[in-house]
């Protein structure tokens, strides 16, 4: 199947059915669009990786390695909840699991066959209680890690949800599509699923939605086909701001991906004809900028996802039959370097705190990398009496200093550390999880930041109760 034909059944109606077999299309939850590939020996498609029999590709960059998991589907989503615990949804009537950061994935039932269906989002808020979303608008609820799940009934409509995420364990969203043609689709609850409600908006010429961003209960992002929804009150009103984004040339864009940092800055995957498919906003989704790349370059359209680290360190994925490629940035999105290329199609990305990024890929593959240090976090072993956030070392620096931290004892409770600028922004964010008690130390590269005083602060806590909070004054000297 060439480019042009690809750009053009991007923006065309397509079918929700879900059947997977040796004479059936494989169905690709992000680019939305039906494409036939060769069927291999077992009655899936083939997928043999660009490197023989490793499994290792390596380059100057990063390390990528994949699983093989059990399932030969397509990976539609990976989220970890933690180091060790992590859950995949696939499209073949179930989900993954892991218990020890990947290395094994076990399949996972919904023992139910009353829709033979895919599944594309998948979103826990802690070790036992998550959701996943798919074809049919099923959504299905396990409050067990996944050992069981019950079956949430949507508003009664037809259609197929994509994405889905929750704020806690009561507020939550589903998106994607309903009806034929579709038409956008989200349903928000409040009380952990016991009962969902419609509040899409009626947008002109949108076909559906394809992912979400949240930054709280009230102001969230969603994108879809030529559409980028914004609301500041949880879905009581939408403001539509696809405008913002520069048209193509036949005035269509498939948003297949959204993320940001901070309130301030994002990035959007897409897909149309002029091949421009990385944009990124630095006020607010006011005005996106197309940032080139070799994916571009390439003659190749669509970004399936994209996910940042920090201001400047972050990943978008590429796929299509037969080809895909991931893709790094070090600069915020300036420049991009392909990181990966297989046979495989990338499909989705979650990056876990600063310790994994993850992928999922065609023929039931989970890539992953680690990302090099400074990003890490390391942790001396030896047991604090206190709670202490020393001073940043080298300082005066350029451009890479280091900053130390003790806990002294197990909290239960989670620990960030983050960088500010001198007008307060928050600008990056180094730690944001659970630690045990110990001597902890972190680098920090400010290669892409300007000059000046930075703050780094330190806060300890458990829901409404601060254990330890310390902040800390630094200065970048280029």
């Known amino acids: 199947m060439n480019r042009a034909i690809i750009s053009i059944i991007i923006f065309s109606l397509y079918y929700n059915i879900y059947t997977f077999s040796q004479n059936n299309p494989v169905y690709d939850s992000r680019s939305d669009y039906w494409s036939f590939v060769n069927p291999g020996a077992n009655g899936t498609y083939d997928n043999y990786d660009n490197i023989g029999n490793s499994n290792t590709y390596s380059n100057n960059l990063f390390t990528w390695q994949f699983v093989q998991t059990p399932i030969s589907y397509q990976i539609a989503e990976v989220f970890f909840i933690d180091s060790l615990t992590g859950w995949a949804s696939h499209l073949f009537m179930g989900a993954l699991r892991t218990t020890n950061s990947g290395f094994n994935w076990e399949t996972i039932s919904f023992n139910d066959t009353t829709f033979t269906t895919g599944f594309n989002g998948v979103h826990f808020i802690n070790t036992n209680t998550g959701w996943c979303v798919g074809g049919a608008l099923q959504i299905r609820k396990t409050t067990n890690g996944g050992a069981n799940w019950t079956r949430q009934i949507p508003p009664p409509v037809a259609g197929i949800l994509r994405s889905v ?48 961003y949240w930054f709280n209960a009230s ?83 669509q970004i399936n996802d994209v996910k940042f680290l920090s201001n400047g360190i972050g990943w978008a994925v590429h796929g299509t039959p037969g080809s895909g490629a991931i893709m790094y940035t070090s600069d915020g999105g300036n420049n991009w370097t392909i990181d990966e290329q297989s046979v495989n199609w990338f499909d989705c990305l979650h990056i876990y705190s600063n310790k994994k990024a993850w992928c999922g890929a065609s023929g039931g593959r989970i890539w992953y990398t680690i990302p090099q240090p400074p990003l890490g976090i390391s942790n001396g072993g030896e047991i604090p009496i206190e709670f202490k956030l ?64 930075y703050y780094y602060q330190l806060i300890v806590n458990s829901g409404q109760l601060t254990f330890y909070t310390n902040t800390k004054k630094m200065v970048l000297i280029k």
């Open 165 to 212: 995420f929750f704020i806690d364990e009561n507020t939550g969203y589903a998106a994607g599509s309903k009806n034929f043609p579709y038409i956008p689709f989200i349903c928000k609850t409040t009380n952990g699923g016991v009962n969902w409600a419609e509040i899409s908006p009626t947008v002109a010429g949108a076909q559906e939605l394809n992912d979400q």
């Open 219 to 301: 102001t969230g992002w969603l994108c879809g086909y030529d559409v980028l929804l914004y609301t500041t009150n949880g879905g009581t009103n939408f403001s539509n701001l696809y405008s913002n984004v520069p048209p193509s040339g036949n005035g269509h864009i498939a948003i297949l991906a959204i993320q940001f940092i901070n309130n301030q800055t994002g990035w959007l995957g897409a897909a149309n004809l002029e091949r421009n498919n990385v944009y990124k906003t630095t006020n607010g989704g006011a005005n996106w900028f197309f940032q080139n790349n070799p994916i571009s370059q390439g003659g190749m359209n």
């Open 390 to 453: 020393e001073q940043n070392y080298p300082n005066p620096f350029n451009p890479i200093t280091k900053i130390r931290f003790q806990i002294p004892v197990e909290t239960h409770s989670n620990v960030s550390l983050r960088i500010y600028n001198i007008t307060g922004r928050e600008i990056e964010t180094l730690v944001n999880e659970q630690l045990n008690p110990g001597t902890y130390e972190v680098g920090w590269n400010a290669a892409n930041y300007p000059s000046g005083v």
